[in-house]
């Protein structure tokens, strides 16, 4: 097929990627324009672009697609097949969706309706989902709301991070486009309609999301921390301090440590630092970041840290 990609992130590289392999002729690439970020605010290239430029590929990189003239002029022309989009971080103008004879496909990291919206992947870890999966969908004007195409499943390991998980479900994405692709061009895949009334949301991180609950169960706050890597992680606070907790682990003995501690309570055990959870459990330190100072490992952080009975991490 005669295709234009839109995408931006390494989730997105995959699918482009096979999409080539396929045979398939990408006569456009679309990704976000480069941004200057981090400390240093170096211009960032995505690697979409990088991918596009190291394979020869046309690639654009508007600022701006609803109100844009000349990229509705330039797709026009193209006349391509269908639309393929993965993680492009843009809202598909009206006038793309009917642009297409296939529509605007697009490669969605959940099983749709669950997990609309722009941070499917992490709000299933932070969830305790223990599955989740891959959709291709045609996109409508909704968000995440047009008709499933293909799905498949994938399982999630109760230790599994969003960053781990990432990558597993991108290469899911990227096979299942090129079958969407092909049973579309076949008539062997039929759209069907979401059930709407199935439909979770997962919006955009906030900084605010990685703030502890100590009301949790530690369960529910290491999967917090699961789903919240990279960004925005899991913090409190201490004394006035912010605290980010880089590692964790549920206590294995919750039953014989004390009863009915109040959340957010510090117990010292021998080299260990544990935090009373709620409904009586207890998560296990590992690694953490005092602010102002280095992450280290929780046994190097307890040298120099003095605690008195009964002291309380900050609540949510």
């Not at 005669?2 to 456009?28: D, I, N, S, Y």
């Not at 605007?104 to 989740?132: D, M």
């Not at 919240?228 to 301090?241: A, N």
């Amino acid at each position: 097929m005669r295709l234009v990609f839109c995408g931006t992130p390494q989730f997105a590289v995959p699918t482009l990627e096979a999409l080539l392999q396929a045979g398939h002729r990408v006569e456009l690439v679309l990704s976000q324009p480069d941004r200057a970020s981090g400390r240093g605010l170096e211009i960032q290239i995505s690697p979409v672009k990088k991918f596009a430029e190291q394979h020869g590929l046309a690639l654009a990189q508007p600022e701006k697609i609803r109100n844009n003239p000349d990229l509705q002029t330039r797709l026009g022309e193209l006349a391509p097949d269908a639309i393929v989009i993965v993680a492009y971080g843009r809202l598909i103008p009206p006038w793309m969706l009917t642009l297409p004879r296939y529509g605007n496909l697009n490669v969605h990291a959940s099983l749709l309706p669950k997990y609309r919206g722009a941070a499917p992947i992490q709000w299933a870890v932070a969830n305790g989902e223990t599955e989740t999966g891959v959709t291709t969908m045609r996109i409508d004007e909704g968000l995440d709301t047009g008709d499933v195409l293909l799905q498949q499943r994938v399982p999630i390991s109760p230790r599994q991070t969003a960053v781990e998980l990432s990558p597993v479900l991108a290469e899911v994405g990227a096979e299942l486009m090129v079958r969407t692709l092909a049973g579309l061009e076949q008539g062997t895949v039929q759209a069907v309609q979401q059930n709407h009334s199935l439909a979770t949301l997962a919006p955009l991180l906030q900084r605010e999301d990685g703030r502890i609950d100590w009301d949790r169960t530690a369960q529910q706050i290491f999967d917090r921390w699961r789903g919240f890597q990279p960004w925005p992680g899991t913090f409190t606070g201490f004394h006035g301090k912010k605290w980010v907790l880089h590692a964790m682990r549920v206590a294995a003995e919750a039953a014989s440590l004390p009863a009915g501690a109040p959340s957010g309570t510090l117990l010292r055990k021998g080299s260990r630092l544990l935090v009373a959870c709620g409904e009586d459990t207890w998560l296990d330190l590992l690694e953490l970041q005092m602010e102002g100072k280095r992450r280290v490992p929780v046994e190097a952080f307890l040298n120099g840290f003095s605690l008195a009975a009964g002291e309380r991490l900050d609540q949510g």
